[in-house]
């Protein structure tokens, strides 16, 4: 229970322009504009558009500078922020096999149509601190090399020509695709709502479960068939246009695992897989959310329902990181008149063991 | 450009494709440069259909890319429409937040079924934007191609 | 597309919203009682110009609306309201969460629309019923929350038992039917908690 206390809001307004201060740190050093927190903390950016759920980086990119680099209450200023614009409408699923590759892996085949490609990656280096970037300096310009045109289907495109994988699930038309922003989440969710709470959900949460998925918490022995990055076209059906009208290019990851098979007497094994796709370059936040995305699979695919990241109560319920939050961090909230009547009552228990066993008390003493 | 896959047997369709081909286009540009270059043409006074707003679109992709939909999240979009004194209409969309953007793609969708300045906006706006967005493309298409893998196998040791 | 023709929204996007939340919000607090919604506004017929102030600040994509025959007419009105608000139009009047009705006398069946559930008794139908006249016409002694006793509300409306048939709220509650009377640019409303008094 919560009391109305009056008499704070001095020290509140001044606690917020000390906030404001403390922000902006030692005034003889540079202030940060949007496009440097745009431009050389990029990851950080997709990071917040990913889990707030809102593809816009220059409102990531000032929520991260307002919320002193806590991502986590910069993805809380993003959410709330969406809440205030009207929604014009869905669009058009993307078609990530359309994209404009800027990086793409296979762990499960060396050679593939349109080949392999590392893009900007961290993979490889040796993860030394660079004492250089210390110093300010441009880096060298990145080397080019010629383009193909030639097309980099999905390697789950690939498995399915000949039958080895499942096929996705395909509904009837898209027009009733669950949206959690709209109607609360019930259980059993169906797989759109179980991804797109995943595709919101914390980084750490997802990464921590997909691990235990591959330490024996809900085994599905992954393969990460394909990990892909770039930029893939957005269509909107605008109903005034009368046709579906471009809106620009978003930056996305997509991650296909390939997971262990399954056949039946009637059906021929094949295998399995999980999904995951995020805004930006979100390549640890993708590859998890196909990790829980499949174990999350394991009661439609009949096997044993035991693991955390195979409960989906449980993993749903506990996914979003302003939930979360804002659950964990109420308890800082006043709770006098709570405490006051615990306190009461301890007071009171205590009373009646002390009349009743006077003894155990001269002995305690 | 993806531009989805469509018969164009009509003249409706193609210039509904050549609409959404220019749309493409300044969707990918910058404002700045779309204002620049709208200005050297000197368009026709116009009215708002739609005053220029701020809004959210849901971004959709499919479960496993090729399935059934789902929703990934928002991203904020703008729009606008705009009508020609002679009578056309046009529409602007594009993501980000600046309505200004919106109002210049609107007016040069209308601009472009216009009689008297479809073939200007074609080749003094619509085509020079082109070639930029697609020199930034190549750009990056360039040096993403550095980063591809060349496999090749160590002649093994006989023995 | 005919957007030629189209009427305008509001002269100001924001303001006009505002105000007019402001208009219905006190019309919803105090049953009864008349509202004026002033705020210019491009009108198609058969709208009024309250019916199409309030379009614009309660109808959005998320907000299924279903247009009686004498609204739906000539597509006017449906053109209008699809280009301004991008609300989805419906035609099972169940799903709707607004229903604009021009025709009091061909009114549907009250439980033909959503009644709302126990859960969620805020998921249903609020009806924007256009009616001749509002502050002449039959008089109707209404009270309910928001009413200091009771409340005279004159109107000339149809169907004429409307009052009669919105009783079965009484019996629905938490569920129910909220409803605006619209004349011109006046408002009443009717919310689902509101009963007509005995021996009117």
């Not at chain 3, 009270?143 to 019996?171: C, K, V």
Request: net charge negative.
């Amino acid at each position: 229970m919560y009391v109305a206390v009056k008499g704070g809001e001095r020290a509140i307004d001044n606690a917020h322009r000390l906030l404001a201060d403390a922000r902006r740190g030692n005034r003889d050093v540079p202030e940060l504009t949007l496009d440097q927190i745009s431009e050389q903390l990029a990851l950080g950016v997709d990071r917040v558009m990913s889990e707030g759920s809102l593809y816009d980086r220059e409102l990531a990119a000032l929520a991260i500078k307002q919320a002193r680099g806590d991502l986590i209450e910069a993805i809380f200023l993003v959410r709330a922020f969406r809440a205030t614009l009207p929604r014009f409408g869905s669009s058009e699923p993307v078609d990530t096999g359309a994209m404009a590759v800027r990086r793409r892996i296979s762990s499960t085949f060396k050679d593939i149509p349109g080949g392999q490609i590392l893009g900007p990656t961290f993979d490889y280096t040796h993860r030394l601190l660079d004492p250089q970037l210390a110093e300010s300096g441009d880096p060298a310009e990145p080397a080019t090399a010629e383009a193909s045109d030639a097309p980099t289907p999905r390697v789950t495109d690939i498995l399915r020509q000949d039958g080895l994988i499942e096929e996705s699930p395909v509904a009837e038309d898209d027009s009733a695709v669950g949206d959690l922003t709209r109607e609360p989440l019930n259980f059993p969710a169906g797989r759109d709502l179980r991804l797109q709470n995943l595709a919101r959900a914390d980084e750490g949460f997802l990464l921590a479960l997909g691990y235990s998925t591959q330490r024996g918490y809900g085994r599905n022995h992954p393969f990460a068939g394909e990990i892909r990055f770039g930029d893939v076209e957005v269509f909107f059906e605008a109903e005034d246009a009368g046709f579906a009208v471009p809106l620009g290019s978003v930056a996305l990851t997509e991650c296909q695992m390939v997971n262990q098979f399954k056949g039946s007497a009637t059906e021929a094994p094949r295998f399995t897989r999980g999904y995951g796709l995020a805004f930006g370059q979100s390549e640890r936040k993708a590859m998890s959310m196909a990790l829980v995305d499949r174990a999350l699979r394991a009661q439609e695919l009949g096997e044993d329902v035991k693991a955390p990241a195979q409960d989906e109560e449980f993993v749903l319920s506990h996914s979003d990181n302003v939930q979360a939050t804002g659950f964990v961090e109420h308890l800082k909230l006043p709770h006098y008149v709570d405490f006051q009547s615990e306190l009461g009552l301890l007071r009171k228990l205590r009373a009646e063991f002390n009349q009743d066993q006077p003894e155990l008390r001269e002995a305690a003493e | 450009m993806a531009m989805h896959a469509e018969t164009q047997n009509s003249p409706e369709q193609a210039a509904t494709a050549r609409r959404r081909a220019a749309m493409a286009v300044l969707a990918a540009s910058e404002t700045a440069a779309i204002g620049a270059r709208l200005d050297t043409l000197a368009p026709p006074a116009f009215t708002l259909l739609r005053e220029p707003e701020q809004g959210l679109v849901m971004l959709r992709g499919r479960i496993g890319g090729d399935g059934s939909a789902f929703n990934v999240g928002e991203a904020t979009v703008s729009r606008a429409a705009v009508r020609l004194a002679s009578g056309e209409v046009g529409f602007g969309y594009t993501l980000g937040r600046d309505r200004t953007k919106a109002k210049l793609i609107a007016l040069c969708d209308a601009l472009l079924q216009s009689a008297d300045y479809s073939a200007a906006v074609e080749t003094e706006v619509i085509a020079p934007l082109q070639t930029e967005v697609e020199a930034a493309r190549a750009e990056k298409a360039a040096r993403t191609a550095a980063t591809k893998v060349d496999f090749y196998t160590l002649v093994r040791g006989e023995g | 597309m005919t957007t030629t023709e189209l009427a305008a929204g509001f002269a100001d996007k924001v303001l006009g919203a505002q105000s007019t939340f402001r208009a219905v919000m006190e019309a919803m607090a105090r049953p009864g009682r008349i509202q004026r919604i002033t705020f210019e506004a491009g009108t198609p017929a058969p709208l009024m110009h309250a019916s199409a102030a309030l379009a614009l600040t309660l109808f959005d994509h998320d907000t299924p609306i279903w247009l009686d025959a004498a609204i739906a007419a000539d597509g006017t009105a449906a053109r209008w309201l699809k280009f301004h608000t991008g609300a989805p139009l419906t035609d099972d009047p169940s799903t709707a969460a607004f229903a604009l009705i021009g025709d009091g006398s061909a009114l549907l069946p009250l439980e033909r629309f959503a009644l709302g559930t126990p859960e969620y008794p805020d998921r249903s139908t609020t009806l924007i019923i256009q009616v001749q006249a509002l502050g002449s016409g039959a008089s109707y002694r209404l009270h309910g929350p928001g009413i200091d006793g009771e409340a005279l509300l004159q109107a000339s409306l149809q169907p004429a038992d409307l009052f009669d048939r919105l009783s079965f709220n009484a019996a629905l509650f938490p569920r129910g039917l909220d409803v605006v009377l619209v004349s011109g640019d006046q408002v009443v409303a009717i919310p689902r908690t509101t009963r007509l008094s005995q021996g009117s």
